[in-house]
């Protein structure tokens, strides 16, 4: 116990004193300026906008030309328009998704790879008639909003299957190798922004707020694939499987702790107002777990809570719940998704309700809204400014600093605590996913003009890939197991 905490007290000293001089040295790059491909990009949005500009048409001259002239006006209606994205979105991530499954992968890959084909990098590129009668830019609006309110519902449930119980049972081996899953990679992502800074923030940024963010990047688990991987190959109820789980929850908390003070510090002013921010943040927190926690199985009532299906009274109960918590941290100025997942976290766990409230929640959002946000992500990810060879090395690097950060650093970390080199490794694979955390991050990034649409891309790129190898990674290490154990079998009588 001791030699662990002497470990993790060293690695926090020496990572966190490598980034403050790194924080330093970059204070004095000089600041990003406009490249060719930004100046490309908005030419480009320039030429969309100009084309929604709808065109005046001669007044039909017949009955025929009437009815086809009213066809056309309503077609173009923005209810009409959202409709048409709804069933080509959910029809081609649930296509998507369907053959990455096929494929081994977890659903989630082929649903973010169907986002971003339906954005510029391919039915843009191959049909740009089409591409802007599906997606035009009047519309982007509402998508967007949309896509928001999914995201908030997942992080309601994603809140939800946080066992903190189980976090709290592991708390020494889940802390150290959870945190040093983040130092890591934070570390490696703040030393590679210092390279990047100058030809990839977007202009206007400072290099503080784009280390940290860039830092954040490398970072991130997807907990809710994590555990869908260990329930998809029968490892949740083993000792690997619990420590995965257990690990990846405390790293969430941390990272999005972690997300929620960089956004407060990038979304201020000044020193003074972030503070402020934080501090506003701190009090929100109290309320919610100290305050409205306890509260909730009163308001509930012991009978809705052991009810096989929530009344409509409870369901109108953790909605509004979630909508006032969003609200909260949208208003104090670090993002809605923030007061959605703590919203999720405190409800109440008796009689299964959680469970029962995921079931409802996540159905919805995740076959109608999440898709949306795939989408609106692949509408920004643009795969065509990585059009020379420097930028596909740069994002080959993003890939492997983040793929040694976090899978070296678990592995490593999970061998010093004692766990085997084949266990070690499979927990570095489990949280080396990043998933749809990772494109809500970077969207984050993104909407406050910390990271400029080439880093964007690059970064979305490392998500897909990261997420794709964890499956091929861990049947790999498992495969290590059976040639490791062969020889010790055939010793045997």
């Known amino acids: 116990m001791n030699r662990n905490i002497i470990f993790y007290l060293t690695v926090l000293i020496v990572v966190g004193g490598g980034i403050l001089g790194i924080i330093k040295l970059g204070a004095g790059l000089p600041a990003p300026i406009h490249t060719e491909s930004s100046l490309a990009l908005e030419h480009a949005r320039a030429a969309t906008a100009a084309a929604a500009v709808p065109v005046a048409t001669a007044a039909p001259t017949s009955a025929f030309g009437a009815m086809l002239a009213s066809l056309t006006t309503n077609l173009s209606h923005p209810l009409s328009h959202l409709f048409i994205q709804l069933l080509v979105i959910i029809a081609a991530s649930r296509v998507a998704g369907g053959l990455f499954t096929k494929m081994g992968q977890p659903a989630v890959v082929g649903e973010m790879m169907a986002g971003i084909l339906l954005g510029p990098s391919l039915l843009g ?203 909260c941290t949208e208003v104090v100025g670090i993002h809605a998704l923030f007061g959605a997942f703590l919203a999720g976290a405190i409800m109440p766990d008796v009689a299964g309700f959680r469970h029962k409230l995921a079931v409802r929640v996540e159905n919805f959002s995740t076959v109608l809204l999440l898709p949306l946000f795939f989408a609106f992500t692949g509408l920004r990810t643009q795969i065509g400014l990585l059009n020379d060879f420097s930028g596909w090395m740069i994002c080959l690097a993003i890939i492997a600093v983040a793929t040694a950060g976090k899978l070296g650093g678990t592995a490593f970390t999970a061998r010093f605590t004692g766990m085997s080199w084949r266990d070690s490794l499979q927990l570095g694979a489990l949280m080396n996913t990043r998933g749809l955390m990772e494109l809500i991050a970077l969207n984050i990034g993104y909407d406050l003009g910390i990271l400029s649409p080439r880093i964007f891309a690059m970064l979305v790129i490392m998500a897909l890939v990261t997420t794709a190898m964890t499956g091929p990674l861990l049947s790999l290490f498992q495969r290590m197991k059976v040639r490791e154990e062969a020889p010790d079998r055939l010793v045997r009588p």
């Open 125 to 327: 590129w191959l049909s740009p008639e089409m591409f802007q009668f599906v997606f035009p830019t009047s519309s982007l609006g509402t998508l967007k909003l949309l896509s928001q309110i999914g995201v908030c519902l997942f992080m309601f449930c994603v809140g939800m299957e946080l066992d903190v119980k189980q976090v709290r049972n592991k708390a020494h081996t889940a802390v150290v190798v959870s945190h040093a899953s983040i130092v890591a990679p934070y570390f490696l992502g703040v030393g590679l922004a210092y390279f990047v800074y100058s030809s990839l923030a977007q202009p206007g940024t400072n290099f503080t707020a784009f280390a940290l963010f860039m830092g954040i990047s490398m970072s991130i688990t997807a907990f809710p694939v994590l555990a869908r991987i260990l329930q998809e190959r029968g490892m949740s109820q083993t000792f690997l499987g619990n420590t995965a789980v257990t690990c990846a929850a405390v790293d969430d908390v941390t990272a999005w702790s972690a997300l929620a003070f960089v956004v407060a510090i990038a979304g201020s002013t000044s020193v003074a107002g972030s503070a402020l921010n934080l501090a506003l943040v701190l009090v929100f927190i109290v309320a919610m777990i100290w305050g409205l926690r306890p509260m909730l199985p009163r308001i509930f009532g012991r009978e809705e809570l052991e009810r096989p299906d929530p009344s409509k009274r409870t369901l109108a109960i953790v909605i509004c719940s979630v909508l006032v918590a969003a609200l």
